[in-house]
Every structure is written in structure tokens, then in C-alpha cells.
């Protein structure tokens, strides 16, 4: 017999040693889990591809909200005041006209992958932004 026949065998063997410590309604408790998962993953994948996925904050016996809605510390108005003091003397001519040609190809994009008919829409989407808007953004970085 080759040596690395026996090898072989001798790895089998452990493997089989290790599974008869495990019981058989573990077993079946797993195999049962994985089944679950695997009919969950693609209901998941339907609803996907139907764009009707939608994330709840509410428990799965259909109870109140999970998470309380918290007041924000910082109006709207406070954080972007805080950011124009913070970009003083950084934001210059050439940076504003970067960043409308950033958006511009990003609107393009999100025509590419249809989740606009014509580029314009996409400005449209401000302020109530899809939930689906930063997935937008890393496929549009992941692409260029």
C-alpha cells in the first residue's frame, strides 16, 4: 500500500473517531437548522430580485419597535455649520467643480444599473433616499 494511501486512510479513520462522539440528533438538529436557512436564503433571494426586500425594525412575533427613535444631538443645520467651519480654506475652486463632476458620473451610473430612467432623477431622490442609496455609492466606487 503507498504511503500516501495510508495517509489517507489513517485521516479517515480520525474523521470517523471525531464524528461517532457527535449524536445522531445533533446531527439532525443541524441538518435540520441548515434546511431552514438554506428555504430562508431563498425567500430573501426572491424578494430581492422582486425589489420588494425590505428591512423592519420590529420582532419577528410582529411586537412594538425594537429600537426607539432617538432624538439626534446635532440638528441637520449644526453638523453641516460644523463642516463648512472645518473646511474653511480646504473647499476651493477646483474642489466644487470636482465634486459636481463626481456627482454627474455618479448619476450617470445609477442609469447604467437602473435605478434611474435619465440622470436628473436621481437629484429628484433628495432628502428621502432609498435605503438600497449607499449600496448605490460602493458599487459605484467598486466600478471605477
Not at 437548522?33 to 428555504?39: A, C, F, G, I, T
Not at 473647499?91 to 435619465?118: H, M, P
Request: with cysteine; glycine share 4%; proline share 3%.
Amino acid at each position: 500500500m503507498s504511503e500516501s494511501l495510508l495517509h489517507a486512510f489513517k485521516g479517515a479513520d480520525l474523521y470517523f473517531t471525531e464524528s461517532k462522539r457527535i449524536s445522531i440528533e445533533a446531527a439532525e438538529e443541524d441538518q435540520t437548522e441548515e434546511e431552514e436557512s438554506l428555504l430562508n436564503s431563498f425567500d430573501v433571494d426572491d424578494c430581492e430580485a422582486a425589489g420588494t426586500l425590505r428591512f423592519s425594525t420590529t420582532n419577528t412575533a410582529g411586537g412594538e419597535d425594537n429600537v426607539k427613535k432617538k432624538k439626534p444631538k446635532h440638528s441637520n443645520n449644526q453638523l453641516a455649520s460644523s463642516l463648512q467651519a472645518a473646511s474653511e480654506g480646504v473647499v476651493i475652486g477646483t474642489t466644487l467643480s470636482d465634486y459636481q463632476r463626481y456627482w454627474n458620473q455618479f448619476k450617470e451610473f445609477c442609469v447604467t444599473i437602473d435605478k434611474a430612467q435619465v440622470a436628473s432623477e436621481i437629484d429628484n431622490l433628495f432628502p428621502n433616499l432609498p435605503a438600497e442609496f449607499p449600496t448605490w455609492i460602493a458599487l459605484w466606487i467598486m466600478d471605477k
